[in-house]
């Protein structure tokens, strides 16, 4: 765990540094290092990383990939053009950091009200390491998180370009377009997270059914599991969206762009409760929830600047630490953290 906590330690200190030294938002470097500490970690750090680099291990052609019927377009494209080149999986994991990080930071840097916080936020609640898992849908959900200008804007058009871009990751980013006009909608919060709600409950075993027969990828998603660690997850954000509705009513939060953000997120955290329910794979479709949480970190430092109070944002940055190491140790299984024997000096 120390290598994600020392990690964590330089980004802030170098954020800090910069804004005091020069005035400015830090991009380049925490982009590098970020990517950099994803690039050169084993194969054996992250649930799903042997399976991404099965090719490059084991030496194989390119003229393999038709075996890889199974993975996305976009992804298939991405791996073969690495396979040209090298057989090092290390620019595997560092090129698909690169474009991760780049695209969360870039909305992050553009609409965060507290740039520091949000990259705490971004790597303590688990938004930077979830591709350390899964890669293919780590890549999607970032590409797509360039769309939320667009939610916000109402932009239609850009927004399903994006999703459409982002699905050739992931087909789970096509998932992300009903949402746009749930959003959208004009009626009240509370209506739309009944529909939400009763939508998920009326139609999630189908929904699940029909990914897992699409793609046999898909499979396990129908597996029930007895691990608590995807309800764990689940009722940590569950709990942020009845935290921040209630500091909204409290403290009259009016700004068109923090309601709609918020509203994304509610609606899907309360869709993927009654998935959650049904005990399928954390592995599966609760893998969805990072498509809504990341954006705690554009709406939690507009909350704690309502609040004001830097006891209460102390006690959130340590249970936030607490949650970053628990997770990362037990719930993601990211530790112990190994580093590609290529780059092992003794």
């Not at 490059?56 to 396979?83: A, D, M, P």
Request: hydrophobic fraction near 55%; aromatic fraction near 18%.
């Amino acid at each position: 765990m120390l290598p994600y906590l020392l990690v964590l330690s330089f980004v802030m200190f170098w954020i800090t540094l910069e804004q005091k030294a020069l005035g400015r938002k830090a991009f380049w470097l925490p982009l590098i290092v970020l990517a950099l500490f994803a690039g050169i970690r084993s194969n054996l750090v992250g649930t799903d990383s042997e399976t991404y680099t099965r090719y490059f291990v084991n030496q194989l052609s390119v003229n393999n990939l038709q075996l890889r019927e199974g993975f996305e377009l976009g992804y298939r494209l991405l791996e073969y053009n690495l396979l040209e080149l090298t057989h090092n999986y290390f620019w595997l994991f560092f090129i698909s950091g690169l474009i991760v990080v780049y695209c969360y930071l870039k909305v992050i840097k553009k609409y965060s009200m507290n740039y520091s916080f949000s990259i705490f936020l971004f790597i303590t609640l688990g938004t930077y390491t979830f591709f350390f898992n899964g890669l293919r849908q780590g890549l999607s959900m970032a590409i797509f998180a360039l769309a939320t200008p667009y939610l916000l804007e109402k932009r239609i058009i850009p927004y399903l370009l994006i999703c459409g871009l982002a699905s050739l990751f992931h087909t789970s980013a096509l998932f992300m377009i009903p949402f746009y006009f749930l959003v959208n909608i004009n009626i009240k919060l509370i209506y739309k997270l009944s529909i939400a709600f009763v939508t998920s409950i009326l139609g999630s075993r189908l929904l699940i059914s029909y990914i897992a027969a699409s793609n046999s990828k898909y499979e396990s998603y129908t597996e029930v599991v007895e691990k608590g660690g995807g309800y764990l997850t689940l009722g940590f954000f569950a709990l942020l969206v009845v935290f921040i509705y209630f500091i909204i009513h409290i403290y009259k939060i009016r700004e068109a762009r923090f309601i709609k953000l918020f509203t994304f997120y509610a609606v899907g955290v309360l869709f993927l409760i009654p998935i959650a329910m049904l005990g399928a794979s954390p592995s599966g479709p609760q893998r969805l929830l990072t498509y809504f949480t990341w954006t705690l970190v554009l709406l939690l430092p507009i909350v704690f600047k309502r609040i004001n109070n830097i006891y209460v944002s102390v006690v959130f940055v340590v249970i936030a630490i607490t949650y970053f190491v628990l997770s990362t140790s037990r719930l993601s299984g990211l530790t112990p953290y190994i580093i590609n024997p290529i780059f092992e000096i003794f």
